[in-house]
């Protein structure tokens, strides 16, 4: 990615990384809440400036969110092309639905970022 000041290029590499899928019944219409929490490296970087002043780490933070979330965007949109449910979405919705003692209709997938 680029550096905050837009002189360079910088690599950050995930190092450890989970997430939480917890799904949500609102008004008859299910709704996925994925949480992803990531440890990364600052790789190797080209950058003329510090990117450990707070303001440059906060930059570089935002710049990392927005790219996790493009890429998971892209694969809950290739797993729906393919019809397939390969981040166990059901599972969860149907464990959920079991402890609630509610029950749902499918309906087809719709996938929108929060």
Do not use: W, Y
């Not at 910088?10 to 997430?19: C, F, G, N, W, Y």
């Not at 981040?87 to 609630?100: C, E, I, L, M, Y």
Request: glycine content about 8%; hydrophobic content about 35%.
């Amino acid at each position: 990615m680029d550096c905050p000041g837009g002189d360079g290029k910088v690599a950050l590499e995930i190092i450890r990384a989970s997430s939480k899928i917890t799904p949500e019944i609102k008004d008859g219409r299910v709704h996925i809440k994925v949480e992803i929490k990531e440890e990364g490296n600052l790789g190797c970087q080209s950058c003329p400036e510090d990117l450990t002043l707070p303001p440059k780490v906060a930059s570089l933070e935002k710049e990392k969110q927005a790219a996790i979330r493009s890429e998971v965007m892209a694969a809950l949109k290739k797993a729906r092309e393919f019809n397939t449910d390969i981040f166990g979405f059901g599972d969860a919705v149907h464990q959920n639905t079991v402890k609630s003692g509610k029950t749902l209709k499918a309906d087809g997938m719709r996938f929108s970022p929060i």
